[in-house]
């Protein structure tokens, strides 16, 4: 049980274009969704929390125009990676949550390249 | 001072061996425990959770918490090639609150 499904796993685009990245709970309602962003051996670092109808919660110093997460229902959520450039190129990793007092689980996450 | 402390390894033991892995935090509010693991380019798992001091156990793997001690560890028993990863560790003030993580021990299981 508590599987995520995140889409894609990979993705090389040129500098400019925007990216939507998919995060899915398959057997499980979400109510609330994160999105992280890690660097090579490094820890996952928090960029936004998502609650099914709200807007998201940014972390200090991630641009919100820059990263627009949507979270229409309580299996989905999405960041869309808009103008992307190659300082965005990263491994993006979202996780979902049943409940409060409940652990994260977290989506394969989606190597972005940004050309 | 960090949150939460982890030494980032690479830490590097035979097959069959226990491995012990470790993290320390400096704020006694700290109340849901877990321990994750990551294999390359994947997401993290989770292996445990745990919100009271003491053991808990799941095949292979134990759990402790010493709340006291602001301390927690994962021990892994008859390490396999297969468990080579990055564990982090992982803790939440409230029910409601984010991940706080550690920097990750990378562990390497050698046949």
């Known amino acids: 049980g508590a599987v995520v499904s995140q889409h894609p796993s990979w993705v090389i685009c040129k500098s400019g274009t925007s990216v939507k990245i998919e995060c899915r709970s398959l057997d499980f309602q979400a109510t609330t969704m994160f999105w992280y962003r890690q660097f090579p051996k490094q820890s996952l670092m928090l960029m936004a929390t998502?609650?099914?109808?709200?807007?998201?919660?940014?972390e200090q110093g991630v641009e919100k125009d820059k990263f627009l997460i949507n979270h229409a229902s309580l299996t989905l959520s999405t960041l869309t990676v808009t103008s992307a450039h190659p300082e965005d190129s990263s491994f993006y990793i979202c996780?979902?949550?049943?409940?409060?007092?409940?652990?994260?689980?977290f989506g394969d996450g989606t190597r972005l390249s940004i050309l | 001072q960090k949150e939460v402390e982890q030494d980032p390894g690479p830490l590097s033991v035979p097959e069959g061996a226990i491995v012990s892995l470790n993290c320390t935090y400096s704020n006694s509010a700290f109340q849901y425990f877990m321990w994750y693991r990551q294999y390359s380019r994947k997401g993290p798992e989770l292996l445990m959770y745990t919100y009271s001091s003491g053991n808990k156990e799941d095949g292979r793997f134990t759990a402790q918490v010493d709340k006291s001690s602001k301390y927690i560890s994962l021990f892994i028993r008859d390490s396999q090639p297969s468990d080579s990863a990055t564990y982090l560790c992982?803790?939440?003030?409230?029910?409601?609150?984010?991940?706080?993580f550690g920097q990750g021990t990378e562990l390497s299981v050698k046949p």
């Open positions: 996780s979902a949550r049943v409940g409060g007092g409940q652990p994260q689980h």
């Open positions: 998502s609650n099914e109808g709200s807007k998201a919660t940014y």
């Open positions: 992982a803790m939440v003030y409230n029910q409601g609150g984010k991940l706080i």
